[in-house]
Structures are given as C-alpha cells and as structure tokens.
C-alpha cells in the first residue's frame, strides 16, 4: 500500500492567518490526491480531489497544489468555521490510503 | 437532498456477528459505486470494501474472508455483513458514495453520519 504523510499533526493559528498543510505519498500518484475536512463528531467532507480541483459549494479560501509525491493544502484566511481535522487521500492505486490527518485549531 | 443514514453498530463480542445498513435517499442508488471504510483513534481513516454496479466486490485485506458488502437496490440500502468480530475491528464505521475515480481507485463524496462498532468481551 501507499503510504500518506502529513504534516503537521497539530497546528495553532489565529483567524485572519494562511495556514499550509503538507501530505507527502511513499511513492509517486501523479496528480491522484484529494482532501477531506472532519469536524468533531462528523464525517468527513471532500474538498479537493486531483490534487488542485475545488469540491462544489467549497469556499474559495481552500486550495490545494502538488504532483507526484509532494502536496499542499493551503486555507488562505482562516476562519473560526475551519476548526477541523485535515486527511490527504491518494486515489491512484488500488485500496485508497489516507493520512494520519492535521488537527487545525484556532 | 442527499443522505445517507446508517444504522446498526453496538457492542458485540469477539467472534460474533453485526449488520450494518446504509439508507440512501436522493440520489439514483443504482449509478453509483457504494463504500465502507472505517475510522479508529489509532489507525485513523482505513477503506474496508466496495460494491460496484455489476455485483464486484473487494476488500481490504484485513476484513476479507470475514466481511461481505452487499445492496438492495430496490430499498437503496447497501450493507456491510460482519461476521468473526476482532477487536481491531473496533470502529466508526462510514458509508461512503464513490465520487472521482483515477480508474484505480476512488474518492468519497457523500458519507454516512457514521455508525460505532465495539467488539470486546
């Protein structure tokens, strides 16, 4: 299996802030990453897939970039809304992997 | 309006057995390739099984042999059939509607609102 590597765990920051997280795949996945938001006692919601590709009715302040083996989430003002955990997913091979996740606290 | 809603999910034993559903509503159940994947504390988010339009199946390696997905499409409910309950495989478990694909492996768009699994003596 693939394995997603993200970091960090845990990240403070103020609203108002960028905030950038990072997944990084044990191999190549071209451009087969997408992203996913969990608020406490959810589900986990898509916000990115191919790498760069908003989710539909997600707001613009997310963005994601990267190819290959190395990928960015970028929230560029954060807001109070945005408290959440942050999974990376690579889709390229068979039996989807997701990473250990990035807690996001305001 | 989109949902699924599950249903199921307990404390069991080990070695026992569990049912979980997974109701849809809005949306043609039948167009769509269905999921389950787990979440746990330790082992974070973990794809279990999917069920395509034409009846195949797979599953991860650490539930095959012991679990089976299956779905009524008349009543768009998909199941996960637990049987010889771990307790590794102590859980939330999440349906999941198959969104983009790469042709290797998908993305989830709609989820459950998840059921907990316990298996413990």
């Known amino acids: 299996d693939i394995q997603m590597t993200q970091s960090p765990s845990t990240l403070s920051a103020s609203v108002g802030d960028r905030v950038t997280i990072t997944c990084r795949a044990s191999?190549?996945?071209?451009?087969?990453l997408a992203w996913y938001q969990q608020k406490p006692g959810k589900a986990p919601g898509l916000l990115i897939y191919g790498a760069s590709s908003l989710e539909s009715g997600v707001p613009s302040r997310f963005s994601g970039s990267g190819s290959e083996t190395e990928f960015t989430l970028t929230i560029s003002s954060l807001q109070p809304d945005d408290l959440a955990t942050y999974y990376c997913?690579?889709?390229?091979?068979?039996?989807?992997?997701f990473g250990q996740g990035t807690k996001v606290e305001i | 309006q989109v949902q699924m809603v599950q249903s199921g999910g307990g404390v069991v034993q080990p070695g026992r057995s569990l049912r979980l559903s997974c109701a849809a509503s809005g949306i043609t159940f039948t167009n769509y390739i269905m999921h389950w994947v787990r979440q746990t504390p330790g082992e974070g988010l973990e794809w279990v099984a999917v069920l395509s339009h034409n009846g195949d199946n797979y599953y991860a390696d650490s539930v095959k042999g012991r679990f089976t997905i299956s779905r009524d499409n008349s009543q768009k409910t998909l199941y996960l059939q637990m049987d010889n309950l771990r307790p590794e495989d102590t859980a939330v478990y999440y349906c999941?509607?198959?969104?983009?694909?790469?042709?290797?492996?998908?993305?989830?768009?709609?989820w459950g609102q998840g059921t907990m699994v316990t298996v413990s003596s």
């Open positions: 191999q190549s996945i071209s451009k087969w």
């Open positions: 999941a509607r198959e969104g983009y694909s790469s042709g290797s492996a998908p993305t989830f768009d709609i």
């Open positions: 997913q690579q889709y390229n091979s068979y039996s989807p992997t």
